[in-house]
């Protein structure tokens, strides 16, 4: 007699994995994404080039912390967070407003998954992360996001000058991101040397 | 709060960790060159051993280089808030050369790396 086995599809199956933590994980992720953007154009506005880019762009190191600290979430949360900003960013570009925040946020995910080598799944620790790692990420994932911000304004012929922009929004990634990087490191070291001393009173 | 749960904040706290270390090993002066390391080595392991070395008796080390440039990397070291000078317990005058927590938690970092490597 044969019989009929319904099982779950394979897309619920990997829902049912999806935790509170998780969720939690995007909403802070969302919160950071649209904080940072809202804090750099309120400080760099005068370094704005054309629309959505700009010379110094630091969100894009929130970006790459966000998606190292939080993985897949992580990146969800930042994409959402651009849902939030891309509509008052590309007012009447329907593909721009829809595509572009999926490329902001998953851009320092794919970094992360291939300088990381993060073939099969994700490192549950960041064991390969060193300082070179870090650097190598920050600068493939704004080739990432610069690359996939101009593929997507050709396409929808936002824009006009493509590789002006392409090299404006990756110095702005890059600088942005760095200038973050060394900043958090100036603070982490004083943060050390005040623990120390506070030691040894 | 659940098994699940805990892990993951545990996997999160160790990403924080990773990340701040590489944070502040990002370039900027703040690197162990091999010849720093070497003096290192010398340093925790005469410390380890229930001997440490005072300022005087490291630069007597030739195999390091030479008095001088001892005093500089020794100086460096510090800098880096690797090794500190504390009072011996016999002698007030004489200072000896301690790792600091950082020294040990690098050695610790390189232990656990070699037994990872190994594994």
Redesign the interface.
């Known amino acids: 007699m044969m019989t009929l086995t319904i099982t779950m599809p394979r897309t619920l199956r990997a829902l049912q994995q999806i935790?509170?933590?998780h969720l939690a994980y995007m909403v802070i992720a969302a919160v950071l994404g649209l904080g940072s953007w809202w804090i750099n154009g309120w400080v760099f506005q005068n370094f704005e080039v054309s629309s959505g880019i700009n010379l110094i762009y630091w969100p894009h190191g929130i970006r790459v912390?966000t998606v190292?600290?939080?993985g897949l979430p992580g990146a969800l949360g930042l994409t959402l967070s651009g849902f939030l900003v891309s509509p008052s960013i590309y007012s009447d570009q329907i593909w721009m407003t829809v595509l572009a925040p999926f490329v902001s946020g998953l851009a320092p995910y794919a970094a992360r998954r291939v300088i990381l080598l993060e073939r099969t799944s994700e490192s549950?620790?960041?064991?390969r992360?060193?300082?070179k790692?870090?650097?190598s990420l920050v600068t493939l994932s704004a080739l990432f996001n610069a690359g996939g911000h101009t593929l997507l304004r050709i396409a929808s012929g936002f824009g006009e000058n493509h590789p002006a922009e392409f090299c404006a929004m990756l110095a702005g990634d890059l600088l942005g991101a760095l200038t973050l990087?060394?900043g958090?490191?100036l603070l982490?070291?004083t943060w050390?040397?005040l623990l120390?001393s506070a030691r040894q009173a | 709060m659940s098994k699940d749960t805990k892990s993951e904040l545990l996997s999160l706290y160790f990403r924080f960790t990773a990340l701040t270390d590489s944070l502040k090993g990002l370039y900027g002066g703040a690197e162990l060159t091999p010849d720093l390391e070497a003096l290192l080595q010398v340093l925790c392991s005469h410390w380890h051993a229930g001997s440490p070395l005072s300022v005087r008796q490291v630069m007597q080390f030739e195999r390091l280089g030479s008095s001088a440039t001892i005093f500089k990397r020794l100086k460096r070291l510090r800098q880096m808030d690797l090794v500190m000078l504390l009072e011996a317990p016999d002698d007030p005058r004489k200072r000896q050369i301690v790792p600091t927590t950082r020294a040990l938690d690098y050695f610790s970092s390189q232990a656990l790396a070699i037994r990872a490597a190994s594994a």
């Open positions: 935790r509170w933590i912390l190292l600290l939080f549950p620790n960041l064991e992360l060193n300082p790692t870090l650097i990087l060394f958090l490191k982490l070291l050390d040397k120390h």
